[in-house]
């Protein structure tokens, strides 16, 4: 197995200058609660799914529940994303979104 040589790797290696650098490492106010209204959406929409068609056909049940599983995927993402405090710069604050609006919804302990 290869393993990578941090003394060699530096931010000057991904061959963009610091201003870009800096507005990739920012933090966006408002992407987080976009993403989470979205996420909201798709896994309702899923849910219905799974109770209209499985009333047609118990063949659609896998099919749908592989859609609801990315979905809860997404949301354990964002739970990852609060703990390491990306979501916002007041901890309060991602400590509420990362606990109740994403981690419960998936059966995950966010301390």
């Known amino acids: 197995m290869k393993y990578i040589d941090k003394s060699k790797y530096s931010r000057a290696d991904l061959g963009i200058n610091i201003s870009q650098m800096r507005e990739l490492e920012e933090l966006h106010s408002t992407k987080p609660w976009i993403d989470l209204l979205f996420l909201y959406f798709q896994t309702a929409l899923f849910v219905f799914l799974a109770i209209k068609l499985t009333t047609y056909s118990l063949f659609f049940y896998p ?40 981690s419960f919804l998936v059966g995950v302990n966010y301390k």
């Open 63 to 102: 099919i749908v529940i592989f859609f609801i599983s990315g979905r809860q995927g997404a949301f354990l993402q964002l739970v990852h994303e609060a703990s390491h405090n990306l979501i916002s710069k007041n901890k309060t604050l991602n400590d509420f979104y990362g606990q109740w609006l994403t």
